[in-house]
């Protein structure tokens, strides 16, 4: 049992895990259960309490408050200027649920549902779901697998697998925590935990699709949320191949997910997840990973072998980057070597196959490293690519690739997930004053061009009142108006926003 379950460090600088955002705040303050090694429903009601205490003083303080996750997020989103910032990433306790807690009605198998608290990693939930008794999988999460559910929600994290959506649409009920309001909300459309199960939370349950929808990617804005109840799957195994295909065969692929005549390994099969890395400077290869989907033998045993710190390569970005800023010039060969270093042909032998969490590992800091996600409508893909180029051409010493992943429109108000269904476009790599360039007039020139787009709120972006309103439209609206719902007392509202917040009009 930790000696205080709340650790404070007044008036230090919060840094995110990339080291790229570096703030000034009045207080730490360091999350965790009471007794961390025993998940109970009453320590869960004992640390929602204390949560609630937290923002309750914060009230009473006049601070701002938000609370994060791992840190991963490129963006500010999770911190505020002298605010203070609870952190929630020690609070990792996972229940299976039992069926008398599932509503008969919803016609759910109390198999299929989990509930994490907010503070579990993904590839925590991902070894405790893929068991050889539990047999379960997570549909989906994001390329690596240190973000909590929380976090992962909170901005709406997306991987590539391309039939389903981002990882809000997982999710069946969400516990929110305000000062005076611990809620469990569920969608009014699929109802699916008893009164009684959020009462054991000490939480009141809630049926509203509105407010179900605004809570699941909530920019940590409408509170701080406790624990989230993800909607399982069946184990499965994924079998990946990273191949060079010439761009122009994958063209009719990345505008509409149609893989024939794209060159995949296996024409007949739907792929479970497909991604194509492009060298702006050269866009003749698509670094193509497939992954193709098939069933977890029951006796399957996982071997987790995520990568550590130590890993090989680690520091391969930072030292690059250094290089770079000395000697712009470096910019096709320091690209070519990372491409050459991480991007070799490769295909995983028959006995290869994994299950999600040993595919997708968990990624240690680089420092250096620079993020951006556009998200587009599928069948604008190449012609967001080609302004993207133009961008490109401006700030040719930028040391970056684009990367194309494709999820399904998701259910959130404010999930940038949007389209119907959305290829999110990464730029990617190391952080320079070229990149950070580019990554603006990458902007500037989709928004010229007419191009329908989003952002990725937990990466690098140059978001503006006008351009979240250009790319959410009424949704804006909406979610404001079901924030006040949730939030009735304006002095709370303003606690959960901050000036990032402010300006593009999610305060409103
Ligand atoms: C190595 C790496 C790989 C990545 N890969 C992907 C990827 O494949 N796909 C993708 O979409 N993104 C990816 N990202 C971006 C990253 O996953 C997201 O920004 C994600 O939101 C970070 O989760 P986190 O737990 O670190 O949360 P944080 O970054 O700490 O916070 C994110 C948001 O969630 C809110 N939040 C966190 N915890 C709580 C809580 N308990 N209650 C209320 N609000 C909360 C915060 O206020 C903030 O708004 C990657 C980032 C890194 C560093």
Redesign the pocket.
């Known amino acids: 049992m930790p000696s205080n379950p709340i650790r404070v460090n007044n008036n230090v600088e919060w840094v ?3 080291f790229n955002i570096k703030v000034p705040i009045a207080k730490r303050l360091r999350v965790h259960n009471e007794n961390p090694t025993r998940a109970t429903m009453s320590g869960m009601r004992a640390t929602a309490a204390r949560l609630q205490g937290i923002i309750a003083d914060a009230l009473a303080a006049g601070v701002q408050i ?10 500010d ?3 505020v200027k002298n605010g203070w910032v ?1 952190e ?2 020690n ?1 990792d306790w996972t229940f299976k649920v039992g069926v008398n807690d599932v509503d008969l009605a919803s016609g759910t198998s109390a198999d299929d549902l989990y509930l994490a608290q ?2 579990t ?1 993904i590839s925590k939930i991902n070894e405790r779901l893929e068991t050889k008794t539990r047999r379960r999988a997570l549909r989906t ?4 697998n ?15 697998a391309i039939d389903v959506g ?2 809000e649409s997982q999710v069946a009920g969400i516990q ?1 925590l305000t000062a005076t309001q611990n809620l469990w909300i569920e969608p009014a459309r699929a109802p699916v935990m008893t009164a009684n199960f959020a009462a054991k939370l000490g939480a009141t349950l809630v049926r509203d699709d509105a407010k179900f929808d605004a809570a699941i990617v ?9 624990a989230v109840m993800l909607r399982s799957t069946g184990r499965y195994l994924l079998n990946s191949s990273l191949l060079h295909i010439p761009y122009g065969q994958l063209q009719t692929a990345l505008n509409t997910l149609d893989f024939r005549g794209s060159g995949l390994p296996d024409q007949t099969r739907r792929p479970y997840f497909f991604q194509v890395i492009l060298d702006p400077a050269k866009m003749d290869i698509g670094y193509t990973t497939v992954r193709y989907k098939e069933l977890c033998p029951p006796g399957y045993k996982p071997d987790y072998d995520l990568k550590s710190e130590a890993e090989p390569g680690t520091d391969l970005p930072r030292l690059i980057a250094s290089a770079i800023k000395m000697f712009p010039d470096l910019r096709n060969t320091a690209t070519s070597l990372l491409i050459q270093a991480e991007l070799k042909v490769r295909s995983d032998r028959p006995h290869e196959w994994r299950l999600p969490g040993e595919t997708y590992s968990f ?1 240690s ?2 420092e250096g ?1 620079a ?1 951006s ?1 556009f998200a587009v409508p599928v069948a604008q893909v190449t012609n967001a690519i080609d302004i993207m180029r133009g961008a490109f051409q401006v700030h040719k010493n930028a040391p970056v690739v684009f990367t194309c ?1 494709y999820a399904q429109k998701s259910p959130g108000i404010l999930s940038f997930n949007r389209y119907d269904p959305s290829c ?1 476009i990464d730029i990617d790599g190391i952080d320079t004053p070229a990149t950070r360039k580019l990554i603006t007039l990458a902007g500037q020139r989709l928004e010229a061009a007419g191009m329908p787009f989003t952002q ?4 690098m972006h140059d978001l503006t009142k006008a351009r979240v309103r250009r790319g959410f439209g009424g949704s804006v609206d909406r979610w404001n108006q079901v924030r006040k719902l949730l939030l009735p007392d304006a002095a709370e509202r303003d606690a959960f926003s901050s000036p990032f917040l402010d300006n593009v009009g999610l305060n409103a």
């Open positions: 995110n895990h990339h938000r609370a994060c996750g791992s840190r991963w997020s490129f963006s989103i999770p911190v609870i929630t990433a609070l907010c503070g990693n999460s994001g390329a690596s240190g973000q909590t559910i929380a976090g992962a929600i909170g901005t709406g994290v997306h991987g590539s981002a990882m929110i909530s920019l940590g804005a409408l509170g701080i949320v406790h990624t800091a680089r490293i993020s996600g992943r999110v990725h709120w937990g990466k």
